[in-house]
C-alpha cells in the first residue's frame, strides 16, 4: 500500500428509443448468444438497458460513465439530478453522459422478471446467480457496441462504485479518471449482514414464493425500511424525524416515514429483482482470485478520487481511506454530512466542489 494523499470537503434488437423528461435518452441494446457469468451458468440475449445523453456520439465530447446505486435505475438525471443534467456539474452539452441498468435488476436489463427461454416463463426465485463482475463485463459489452474507446471518468456512489472499480481492473486502459464515493473494495461481514435481515424480511412473506411476479411486496417494503436505517443513520433520524409534541406515544412521525418509504419502494421494484441484487451486492470482493487488494488494484492505471462520508455507517471513511492506500495515484476526500451514506445523493454541492478540484480544474 502507498501513503494516502488527502483533502478535505455485434447484434442488436430491434433498438428501443426513447425521449425521456430528463436529457437523457433511454436505449435497449440486445447481446446476441451465449453471456456466460461468473458461476460457471449463462444466460442467452440479455438484454442491457441504458441511457445516454445524444443519439449520435460526439467523438470530440468526453465521456462520463455513470453507474447507478442499488434501487436507482440507468437515468442519472432522475437520481442524481444534483449533478447530471443541463448547467450542473455533468452536463450533456460538455459531456457525452452514459449509465447502463444492472444485471438483475427490473428497469430494461435482464433480471428476475425476465423470460426463462426453458420455461417461458418470468426467472423470479430461479435467475442464476449474479456477481459484480458480470455487471462490469455487461458494461464493457456495451461499451464495445457503442464504440467508445476512451471514457473520461467513470464514476459511481455505493454499490455504483462496485461496478467502476472491477470494470476498471478488468479494462484499466480505457479510463483517464475514476471516482469512488461512499464505497468499498469488499462486502464485508457488516454489509452482508444488512442484506441478509433484509432478505429475511422479503422470505418472510410468503408470496414471494408463489409463481407472482408481485409477490414479495409487503417483505421488500419491510426490507426497504431496514435498508433505510443503515443509509441514514443516527444523526438523520434525530435530524429529519423528530417530533415537536413530547407528549406524543403513538403516530410517531419516523413511523409514517418508514411505511411511506417502503410503499414507495414497492411501488417501482420487484421484490425478486431486489432479493437478486443484493445477493449480487454480497459478492463485492476485488480480491477473490487476485491474491490481495494490492494486487488486484495495480492494474489500475487512472487518476482515481476516493470520497468518503463523516455520517456514513453502512461503507464508513476507514473503507474509502484504504481504497485510497491500495489504489495507485488516489487521493482520498471527505465530505462532513449528517445524511450518512445518502449524502452522495444529498451533498451534491461539497461533491461537486471536489470534483471540480480534483478532476475539472486539475
Known amino acids: 500500500m502507498h501513503p494516502i494523499k488527502t483533502f478535505v470537503y455485434k447484434e442488436k434488437r430491434r433498438e428501443q428509443t426513447q425521449r425521456c423528461s430528463s436529457n437523457m435518452i433511454k436505449k435497449y441494446y440486445t447481446h446476441k448468444g451465449e453471456f456466460k457469468l461468473e458461476s460457471g451458468k449463462s444466460l442467452t440475449n440479455i438484454d442491457i438497458c441504458y441511457h445516454i445523453s445524444e443519439e449520435k456520439i460526439d467523438i470530440l465530447k468526453p465521456v462520463i460513465w455513470i453507474c447507478h446505486a442499488l ?39 435482464t433480471g428476475a422478471l425476465s423470460i426463462n427461454p426453458l420455461t417461458q416463463m418470468p426467472w423470479l426465485n430461479d435467475f442464476p446467480p449474479v456477481t459484480v463482475r458480470d455487471w462490469a463485463k455487461a458494461h464493457e459489452i456495451l461499451r464495445q457496441h457503442l464504440g467508445i474507446e476512451k471514457i473520461y471518468l467513470v464514476t459511481g456512489g455505493s454499490i455504483g462504485g462496485f461496478q467502476s472499480m472491477e470494470w476498471a481492473i478488468l479494462n484499466p486502459n480505457i479510463f483517464e479518471n475514476i471516482m469512488l464515493v ?86 417501482r421494484l420487484s421484490a425478486h429483482c431486489y432479493h437478486s441484487i443484493t445477493r449480487s451486492q ?81
Not at 447502463?100 to 435488476?105: D, H, K
Not at 465530505?335 to 471540480?356: A, N, P, T, V, Y
Open 182 to 267: 461512499a464505497t468499498t473494495y469488499m462486502a464485508t461481514p457488516w454489509a452482508i449482514g444488512i442484506n441478509e435481515t433484509q432478505r429475511m424480511g422479503i422470505e418472510a412473506d410468503a408470496s414471494f414464493f408463489s409463481s407472482d411476479p408481485n409477490g414479495g411486496k409487503a417483505g421488500l417494503a419491510a426490507a426497504r425500511g431496514l435498508g433505510l436505517l443503515s443509509y441514514r443513520g443516527y444523526q438523520a433520524y434525530n435530524t429529519t424525524q423528530s417530533e415537536k409534541d413530547n407528549e406524543k406515544v403513538t403516530d410517531f412521525r419516523v413511523s409514517s416515514y418508514q411505511r411511506y418509504q417502503g410503499k414507495k419502494l414497492i411501488d
Open 282 to 362: 454480497d459478492t463485492h470482493n476485488v480480491a477473490r482470485g487476485r491474491g490481495s487488494f494490492k494486487t488486484a488494484f495495480s492494474a489500475i492505471t487512472a487518476k482515481t478520487l476516493c470520497i468518503g462520508i463523516s455520517s456514513d455507517i453502512l461503507f464508513p471513511t476507514i473503507e474509502q481511506k484504504r481504497l485510497a492506500e491500495f489504489i495507485p495515484n488516489a487521493v482520498y476526500a471527505e465530505i462532513e454530512s449528517d445524511f450518512g451514506h445518502d449524502g452522495f445523493l444529498i451533498e451534491h454541492e461539497k461533491l461537486s466542489d471536489i470534483i471540480i478540484k480534483f478532476i475539472f480544474n486539475s
Open 71 to 109: 434501487t436507482a435505475n440507468s437515468d442519472a438525471e432522475d437520481w442524481w439530478p444534483g449533478l447530471v443534467g443541463k448547467g450542473k456539474l455533468f452536463d450533456p452539452g460538455k459531456y457525452t453522459l452514459i449509465c447502463a441498468n444492472i444485471l438483475g435488476s427490473c428497469y430494461g436489463t
